[in-house]
Each structure stands twice: as structure tokens, then as C-alpha cells.
């Protein structure tokens, strides 16, 4: 059996359902979070025994995740699934609702 490593982007309150959902997945192993708020970050990280960054760029570039879940306002979704996607994550997660228009959402699909 597979183990998929996960990242989060963005330590808002659905983060933790995500968060818990990962730790539930015998299959998924919750490797790390990103936020631009380091006290968010922060906090997080220590709840869930994970590392936290302040970039998520950086983050997916380093943790090299299979899984990344964007659990964050609806405006940054579009721009952080297509730098997701361009580092050939195999699955992408996102809030709904997925983007701030048809546009983003068009671009996201097709990326």
C-alpha cells in the first residue's frame, strides 16, 4: 500500500478538518502546513506535530508533496493550484468555492 505525503495551505478553521481527515487516511502521511501569518502557522504546526513554512511555494518546492489541500480565502486558490499543478503534485484539494470567477476557474482546470 501507498503512502501519499500531504501539505496544507493555509491554517484557517477548515484547515483542521482537513488536518484531521489526513491523520484519519492510513494511506496519507501529514507532512507539513504553510500560511503567511506565522502565528497562525505556528500554532498549527505545534497542534499537529508538523513543520510549518511562511512560503507555499517553497514549501511544495522542498516537501515535494503528492497531495496539497488549499484551505484558504477564495481570491489566492486559483494562482496557488496552478504553482501546485506546475510541480507536478498528483492531486489537488481546494475549497469550495474554487475560484473567484470562471476565468480562475478555467485556468485551474486547464493547468
Not at 511562511?54 to 522542498?62: D, H, I, K, S
Not at 489541500?69 to 477564495?74: D, G, N, R, S, V
Not at 510541480?87 to 473567484?100: H, L, N, Q, R
Amino acid at each position: 500500500m501507498n503512502t501519499y505525503r500531504g501539505v496544507i495551505i493555509g491554517c484557517g478553521p477548515r484547515a483542521h478538518d482537513h488536518a484531521v481527515a489526513y491523520r484519519n487516511c492510513k494511506q496519507a502521511e501529514f507532512v507539513t502546513v504553510a500560511d503567511i501569518d506565522e502565528g497562525r502557522a505556528r500554532n498549527f504546526s505545534e497542534k499537529y506535530g508538523v513543520r510549518y513554512y511562511l512560503n507555499a511555494e517553497e514549501m511544495v518546492e522542498q516537501e515535494k508533496p503528492d497531495i496539497v489541500t488549499i484551505a484558504t480565502k477564495e481570491e489566492p486558490r486559483c494562482q496557488l493550484t496552478i504553482m501546485a499543478a506546475r510541480y507536478g503534485v498528483m492531486a489537488i484539494v481546494a475549497e469550495k468555492p474554487m475560484a473567484s470567477n470562471i476565468s480562475e476557474a478555467r485556468r485551474m482546470v486547464k493547468v
